[in-house]
């Protein structure tokens, strides 16, 4: 019996590999999850239409997973910043270069953590409510 004791490491090592990272369905679940504490928040439903992986405050969409990237509404100023920060781009629906000003598409390996920017999407929609 060895007496050996190994400090944790976050190298990969065959020990931790098999561990894959969350995924941004996960992810997207955990803010989900998080947001419907709030009564006036709707969870996607099962439909395949638009907006129906989307989260809803006062039934207008504020965030939803599309193709594995978090897309949020935000004040048109912010959603500038952001893209010049370099954390994210305009959401482009219907992939024809018609951009979508107030909405941002955020790439699941941005640094941008996606909780906070769901919490301020929920507040931006429904302060227009």
């Known amino acids: ?3 050996i004791v190994r400090e944790p490491t976050s190298e990969a090592t065959p020990e931790n590999v098999s561990h894959p990272p969350i995924t941004p369905e996960e992810r997207f679940a955990t803010i989900v999850e998080a947001l419907l504490s709030n009564a006036d928040v709707t ?4 439909g395949k239409g638009f907006g129906s992986s989307g989260l809803k405050i006062h039934n ?3 965030a939803m997973l599309v193709g594995g990237k ?3 509404k935000l004040p048109k100023p912010r959603v500038d910043a952001l893209i010049a920060s370099g954390d994210g781009e305009r959401f482009d629906p219907r ?3 018609r ?3 107030e909405w941002l598409s955020l790439e699941p390996t ?3 953590e996606w909780l906070p920017l769901a919490r301020e999407a929920m507040e931006f929609v429904a302060s227009q409510h």
Not at 43 to 46: A, G, K, N, R, T
């Open 43 to 46: 969870p996607p439903s099962d």
């Open 60 to 62: 207008k969409i504020f």
């Open 99 to 101: 951009l979508m000003k």
């Open 110 to 112: 941005s640094e941008e």
């Open 70 to 72: 978090l897309v949020v």
């Open 1 to 3: 019996m060895s007496d």
């Open 95 to 97: 992939h024809d270069g």
